[in-house]
């Protein structure tokens, strides 16, 4: 592996020549002259040219080797054809690094690939470190470099590098408007010589890098990339094309690098905790964040905003993403309200309104008042807050977001990032960067579920009897399920139905059977029954004290080979019912592979439910497996619809499962909630 020390003749170079400089605006050998000037470089500059004597000021040298002390770096602007002998040239004069610009090489074909060979054993030979060829060049702000174009100056902490030039340039034309600035931007080009994995190992050392911002399509090396991503210590962010088959063929083409499976690369960064964006917008969002921003020591979080309707977006995000968004105490909401106004809100969020317009200062004191009980504050600037800048601390966990705000919000979000305080345009966005500080948090053990509407309000549960009753009157084929209150009495209703049973708790207070042992399947002996019926009774006492125990319910055994699928509705109370469907089973809040449809609807919305389920394969038949009967399964919706259409008392139907055979469909387990 090379070293890296010598990299620094790329990135902060004494001194720099420039091989087809021009005194033509508007030619490349132009405006990376003009660039190299204006940026301010402190070394001399070597324009080279046999045609000229002088260009922007500067004397001009005929070639590399006539220069008054060997260059650490050549820049090289002069047609591919040329470039390896200019190289060649570099090394016998002594320079020790290479910027390629022109384009013209392994990824203009055949000819271009042994060119770009020639060149890479010429610079290996003469141990010449070079940046691409066919790239854009580097910028380097810190060191008053820009072999690049456009010229930016400003200084930051984000490095930039990337397999596009294009694409970097518009990550660091961003950060320059952000008056954020970059520690770098390197443009990779072909990568003869100089790589990802350089650049990560690099920048990993350098002062001025508080994050590594990667665009790639291909990687070069491997086993060297793994082997940087896994020394490196600061965060690096990652933005990987080419994840579809034609998206990797299009990228190969590019990089002349195997794009690689978009599998095996998620897989790589979770292993290395890599930060992982999926546009543009995200690469440049999470390294802003994690440069700029202190690592909050928790996810209790308070918005504070002068606009209710941004705020309800934030927190819809923020919930979405596992961040916690809890009421303040009560003794904190009577130390907001005693400087609030009673039309501000002082819960989650704390609403200030138009207060905050004609007096700013009022985030601050919220900030500072909830600082003991939240770990994060967003705080929304909704409307042209002057001196919102001032509101915010550099270095704390203050997530800050200004929208609406016109040109008093371009004033003081440039004013917050001269201050190194990252600012967001959008509540999406700013949230979605602040989730990375938890990204490889290891998630909770317990899943959260949806509370179900009967836990949470007045309805009624529907008994089995009469349930089973209702669904069969339209033609809803569910199981009989009599109600036993002995365990002798569900003897006798098991050897009435047939044996295996199944026994099913009883208790309008345990909506959810299974997760209290409430069931017990397969029963096939007088014995079973009764072991059961005890077992059942004993495990739900516990689990549920104080449960209202009817007895348990026996039902037949369903047969084998059906796909368990739930059936549901919901009424809202502005659209009224709507069908869900999905796959079922205990794992349904688990896997939530579910879809909904407004009700009534047409066959063609209940089969388009279907497809959009991500677990529609199973229906349709895979692996060898016959379909199963998607016409008898739109029937029952069909019935369901009706049934609601007929019985507006009712608020909810949970029909799970239901199992779907290659013919017909049987309803093994339901419940009915009314108003």
């Known amino acids: 592996m090379k070293s890296l020390s010598n990299l620094d003749a790329i990135f902060s170079p004494r001194s720099v020549a420039l091989i087809g400089a021009s005194g033509t605006p508007g030619k490349l050998g132009y405006d990376v002259l003009y660039n190299l000037i204006h940026a301010g470089f402190e070394g001399p500059i070597y324009p080279i040219n046999p045609k000229a004597d002088e260009l922007l000021g500067l004397k001009v040298y005929k070639d590399i080797g006539s220069t008054p002390t060997p260059a650490d770096l050549a820049v090289v602007l002069i047609p591919a054809r040329m470039v390896p002998g200019a190289i060649q040239q570099c090394g016998e004069a002594g320079v020790k690094a290479a910027i390629v610009v022109t384009g013209g090489f392994a990824e203009a074909g055949e000819d271009g690939e042994k060119l770009q060979e020639e060149l890479a054993r010429i610079a290996e030979h003469y141990g010449i470190r070079v940046i691409g060829p066919n790239c854009q060049g580097v910028n380097s702000p810190h060191h008053n470099l820009c072999a690049s174009w456009p010229l930016l100056t400003t200084e930051g902490g984000m490095a930039f590098i990337a397999q596009s030039g294009t694409v970097g340039a518009a990550l660091m034309d961003w950060a320059s408007e952000d008056q954020l600035g970059v520690s770098v931007f390197v ?63 299009a990228a190969e ?42 690592k909050p020591s928790g996810k209790r979080l308070l918005t504070i905003s002068s606009s209710g309707g941004i705020a309800i977006l934030s927190i819809d995000v923020a919930e979405e993403l596992g961040f916690e968004v809890p009421v303040p105490s009560e003794l904190l909401q009577g130390r907001l309200r005693a400087f609030l106004s009673d039309h501000c809100g002082v819960s989650n969020p704390v609403d200030l309104t138009g207060d905050a317009i004609t007096d700013p200062t009022l985030y601050a004191r919220v900030i500072q008042e909830a600082r003991s009980e939240f770990d994060i504050m967003v705080v929304l600037f909704g409307d042209p807050i002057h001196g919102a800048s001032d509101m915010v601390t550099p270095g704390e966990s203050e997530l800050v977001i200004f929208c609406g705000g ?13 201050k190194g305080i990252p600012a967001f345009p959008t509540p999406e966005r700013g949230i979605r960067a602040l989730y990375q500080f938890f990204r490889f948090d290891e998630p909770d053990a317990h899943v959260k579920e949806e509370p179900h ?20 009157d339209y033609d809803i084929p569910a199981f009989d399920a009599p109600l036993a209150a002995s365990s002798d009495e569900a003897v006798v209703l098991a050897n009435d139905l047939g044996m295996p049973v199944v026994l099913k708790i009883a208790s309008a207070d345990v909506p959810h059977k299974t997760d209290v042992g409430g069931v017990q399947l397969n029963l096939t ?11 059942i009774m004993s495990a739900v ?33 502005q659209y009224g019912p709507s069908l869900m469907f999905g796959l079922g089973g205990i794992f349904t809040e688990i896997y939530k592979d579910v879809q909904f449809c407004l009700l009534p609807a047409e066959e063609k919305e209940y089969l388009q439910m279907m497809r959009d389920i991500t677990g529609y394969p199973l229906l349709a038949g895979v692996r060898g497996q016959s379909p199963k009967d998607k016409k008898t399964l739109v029937a029952l919706m069909t019935a369901v619809s009706r049934l609601v259409t007929d019985h507006p008392e009712i608020d909810q139907i949970d029909l799970n499962p239901v199992l779907v055979y290659e013919q017909g469909v049987a309803v093994v387990d339901y419940r009915i909630y009314t108003r």
């Open 187 to 249: 443009s990779l080009g072909n990568r003869a010589d100089v790589d990802e994995s350089d650049c990560i190992r690099y920048f990993n050392d350098d002062p001025n890098t508080k994050v590594i911002a990667l665009y790639m399509e291909g990687v070069k090396r491997p086993a060297v990339f793994l082997e940087s991503l896994s020394k490196a210590t600061k965060p690096v962010v990652i933005l990987k094309a080419g994840r579809t088959a034609w998206g990797r063929k």
């Open 525 to 535: 002996t007088d014995d079973d029954v009764r072991s059961a019926y005890e077992e």
């Open 541 to 573: 006492k516990a689990q549920v004290p104080g449960a209202a125990i009817d007895g348990v319910t026996v039902s037949p055994m369903a047969g084998p080979g059906g796909l368990e699928v739930i059936l549901g509705v919901t009424t809202d109370p």
């Open 253 to 294: 083409s590019h990089t002349k690098s195997m794009a690689g499976s978009d599998a095996i690369y998620e897989a790589i960064f979770k292993r290395y905790k890599v930060y992982r964006a999926e546009n543009l917008e995200e690469l440049y969002d999470f390294a802003k964040v994690l440069a700029y921003m202190k």
């Open 453 to 472: 509407a009967a836990e949470v309000t007045a309805l009624q549960l529907m008994p089995a009897s009469e349930s089973v009753a209702m669904l069969k």
């Open 406 to 418: 016109a040109d008093v919000e371009r004033e003081e979000t440039a004013l917050m990032h001269k």
